[in-house]
């Protein structure tokens, strides 16, 4: 790396340690958008698990920056993301799930090329992904894309989330109550007894920080009249 580039990638690890999301992503935004691209997706890979979450919010903010002007330099950042979620890439993907989703959920234009490729990767029949750290990537990175796009949650995909919610994994029950919340399908008072009660918590980023949370208050977060309206 240019020496000009290790002080670039200081820096964007210096604003992504600041508090203020507003102003840590208008600081970012000043970053020439080449630059900052690459240096975003190493920080996908830092070990400090909220910088890559906030790294994974400016690459979204970016991506759609970017779809505004050239949809396909924007294509390229959805297609770097899904080499890196390939065997044949000889890495592990940290990040790029989350990132697909929430690039997804800011760019409608990206959303209708490429969300069938985002719910893919929770499916057996499609391009699932076997390990298990991505696999909470993928649930949070689908869930952030129904945040803003419930309607177009798909019977597969809902039957696929509500497996997750007997996972052992904590956070992926968590993660799978987040989407289906989102979607608004999550019929609380259907859901098995051991979910209405799971007391574990789990860390939730909530767009800049994050936040204990108990699952048990995820699910009912979800009101009697939002389980309705999902069932109608």
């Known amino acids: 790396m ?32 080449a630059q900052l691209t690459g240096h975003l997706f190493s920080y996908f890979y830092n070990t400090d698990e909220l910088i890559k979450f906030r790294s994974v919010t400016a ?39 989350e990132a697909m989703g929430e690039i997804l959920s800011k760019s409608p234009a990206l959303a ?14 499609g391009n699932h992904i076997e390990h298990t750290m991505l696999q909470r990537g993928v649930l949070w990175g689908i869930g952030t894309y129904l945040g803003t796009t419930p309607e177009d949650i798909t019977d597969v995909t809902k039957e696929q989330l509500q497996d997750h ?14 989407a289906l919340s989102n979607a608004h399908v999550l019929d609380c008072m259907a859901l098995p007894d051991f979910i209405q009660a799971d007391k574990t918590t789990i ?30």
């Open 2 to 33: 240019k020496p000009y580039g290790r002080k670039t990638k200081k820096q964007v690890g210096e604003i992504l340690s600041i508090g203020s999301r507003s102003q840590a992503l208008d600081r970012l935004a000043q970053i020439p958008d």
């Open 59 to 97: 690459m979204g903010e970016l991506a759609a920056r970017i779809a505004d002007n050239s949809m396909e330099k924007a294509r390229i950042i959805l297609r770097r993301l899904m080499w890196n979620l390939n065997d044949e890439s000889g890495g592990i993907g940290w990040g790029s799930p």
């Open 112 to 125: 209708r090329e490429f969300k069938s490729i985002l719910f893919s990767y929770l499916d057996h029949r």
């Open 165 to 178: 919610l007997s996972s052992k994994d904590p956070v992926k029950r968590g993660y799978a109550v987040r």
């Open 203 to 232: 860390d939730i980023y909530t767009g800049w920080n994050f936040m204990p949370t108990q699952i048990f208050d995820m699910v009912w977060a979800c009101t009697p009249e939002r389980a309705l309206a999902g069932n109608e």
